[in-house]
């Protein structure tokens, strides 16, 4: 059974950058097919699937997102991260790390992030 489990600062200031890391367990980020994603839901809002990197290393980002999004992972350590620079309070949420496979989905349990000064 895959787990994946979130990490990062809890509050970041406006104008900085929000570092999330989000840790496997259970199987590799490298298994084909496997795609990983970072997805968030703002207070009163929607999901929304900020973007992904696949089995081999490829992303993609969400086009309202892409001119500051950066999504990287460290396969020695079955990690990957989501870093989001120029932080307003509009992207407070609760952000979520997430599998994709040809046999189902998974998620972690999602991280509260508020950006307040």
């Known amino acids: 059974q895959v787990q994946l489990q979130e990490s990062g600062p809890g509050l970041v200031k406006p104008s900085q950058t929000l570092s999330l890391t989000c840790t496997v367990s259970g199987g590799s980020i490298t298994t084909s097919y496997y795609y990983w994603s970072w997805i968030r839901q703002p207070p009163g809002k929607g999901l929304e699937r900020m973007g992904a990197i696949a089995y081999d290393g490829s992303t993609y980002y969400s086009p309202s997102l892409k001119s500051h999004t950066s999504i990287s992972r460290d396969t020695s350590k079955n990690q990957f991260s989501l870093q989001l620079s120029s932080v307003t309070p509009e992207d407070t949420a609760v952000y979520y790390c997430?599998?994709?496979?040809?046999?189902?989905?998974?998620w972690g349990q999602g991280t509260q992030v508020t950006v307040s000064s």
């Open positions: 997430h599998l994709i496979t040809l046999g189902g989905n998974y």
